[in-house]
């Protein structure tokens, strides 16, 4: 949108309703929370590793305890509502953002599941790996949320002329 003033919650919250059909929100409740999980999960990780903030790695019996296993539960959870939930649980939003922020912890720590080994913080691509999956979830955000966007800017640019 061009214009640079807020935009009033009911105007979102409309929009949001009225241009994506059920399957559409949930689809950019997924995309949003991916993308909001994986930020602020990049900026975790990043803290524990400078010692910095109140942040610290959890361990269990000596062993570190990655995010990609709560993402994993999460999952197995939106799974499992999938396969026996009601309808309704199953259209619920929770479960969409709940599925957006299991797939981010569990794809941020896909080069250790794939090399069974933790390579983590391995300068080699770690930087690329982070912009590439983040601009990633970025893009397909916008794309999920470009018909309210554009509904918004019709609005505004309504508004405007009238």
Known sequence: MSNALPVPAAEVRTAYHEELNEGQRSALLSWLSFTGTFALTRGITYSIRAGRGPFRNLSAGG??????LWGIGMLAGVGAIAVRGE????????????YGAALALIVDEFALLLDLKDVYWARQGRISVDLGVGGSAVAGSYLAARP???RLARDRARAKAG
């Open 63 to 68: 062993e570190h305890l990655h995010h990609y």
């Open 87 to 98: 309808d309704r649980h199953r259209r619920h939003p929770a479960v969409a953002v709940s």
């Open 148 to 150: 309210v966007l554009q």
